[in-house]
T-cell receptor, first 114, second 107 residues
Framework: GAGVSQTPSNKVTEKGKYVELRCDPI?????LYWYRQSLGQGPEFLIY????????DSGLPNDRFFAVRPEGSVSTLKIQRTERGDSAVYLC????????????FGPGTRLTVL | KNEVEQSPQNLTAQEGEFITINCSYS?????LHWLQQHPGGGIVSLFM???GKKKHGRLIATINIQEKHSSLHITASHPRDSAVYIC?????????FGKGTHLIIQP
């Protein structure tokens, strides 16, 4: 069956622009996670959805970052007024029920802000 | 906040060697994940452990809950095992990741 997919795979944008990153989780998975991985670092947690609601958004670095999951499936991570420091690989993962269920990772979106 | 430390950061070994990567964490967790990341960034989940030991092919993962420590072992290592191996400590709402161990297996 299909795994977690993310689009686009690469995104290059200019400082100050708005970007949207999309994640399609595994069908039927209720939990969805966004992570960010900067060069040379391990991934860091951004936000966790259980169904349509954000159960924990404590990892979002500031109010330029926002994520939605309106129908409890596809999620979009939105970044306003992008800065060069936002350049990273943005990873999405889903799991069946959340908690200690195995998380399945997407391939990531590499965002470069010039 | 959980602190996750991995060692070594970099490891180069010869094909066939037995490999051990260590992970320690500071706060009690519900599960410990070992992940593999290949060049290009895609991440594959190798193991999720809450106790004891798991084995899959040439990979073995162990965890000691009391000591807050886990190890990933690779037996009969092969150049295709070359990747970054990441330990992640899990709570109910997400993972805290180590910085990864960059493993290179030379033929």
């Amino acid at each position: 069956g299909a795994g977690v997919s993310q689009t686009p795979s690469n995104k290059v944008t200019e400082k100050g622009k708005y970007v949207e990153l999309r994640c399609d989780p595994i069908s039927g998975h209720t939990a969805l996670y966004w992570y960010r991985q900067s060069l040379g670092q391990g991934p860091e947690f951004l936000i966790y959805f259980q169904g349509t609601g954000a159960a924990d958004d404590s990892g979002l670095p500031n109010d330029r970052f926002f994520a939605v999951r309106p129908e409890g499936s596809v999620s979009t991570l939105k970044i306003q007024r992008t800065e060069r420091g936002d350049s990273a690989v943005y990873l999405c993962a889903s799991s069946l029920m959340g908690g200690i269920d195995t998380q399945y990772f997407g391939p990531g979106t590499r965002l470069t802000v010039l | 906040k959980n602190e996750v430390e991995q060692s070594p950061q970099n490891l180069t070994a010869q094909e066939g060697e037995f490999i051990t990567i260590n992970c320690s964490y500071s706060v009690g967790i519900s599960a410990l994940h070992w992940l593999q990341q290949h060049p290009g960034g895609g991440i594959v989940s190798l193991f999720m452990l809450s106790s004891g030991k798991k084995k899959h092919g040439r990979l073995i993962a162990t965890i000691n809950i009391q000591e807050k420590h886990s190890s990933l072992h690779i037996t009969a290592s092969h150049p295709r095992d070359s990747a970054v191996y990441i330990c992640a400590a899990g709570g109910a709402d997400g993972l805290t990741f180590g910085k990864g161990t960059h493993l290179i297996i030379q033929p």
